[in-house]
């Protein structure tokens, strides 16, 4: 399973904030996150990092380590967090 089909088994529809997938990728054996981009309120690039496990079988959208960030390289350094954490 790609990383792309892992996420969509947990997350159903596009994020209206940040709806363009920049990338996606896998975090260890049983999660994944996928990068997208898009622009805020006020007309201003803005990045998210949504993250994605499976657990007892069940592919969930894990909200509490996914982020909201000001630049790409933020969303980035987050990323390289994650993965040290889900190895």
């Given amino acids: 399973m790609t990383a792309e089909e892992f996420v969509r088994k947990a997350v159903r529809g596009n994020n209206w904030i940040t709806p363009d997938i920049i990338e996606c990728g896998m975090i260890g054996?049983?999660?994944?996150?996928?990068?997208?981009?898009?622009?805020?309120?006020y007309g201003l690039p803005v990045y998210g990092v949504t993250v994605c496990r499976r657990v007892d079988g069940e592919y969930i959208h894990d909200r509490s380590v996914g982020k909201?960030?000001?630049?790409?390289?933020?969303?980035k350094d987050h990323i390289k967090l994650l993965q040290g954490v889900f190895k």
């Fill in 29 to 41: 054996s049983d999660a994944a996150y996928e990068l997208s981009e898009g622009v805020n309120l």
């Fill in 68 to 75: 909201y960030c000001q630049s790409l390289s933020e969303a």
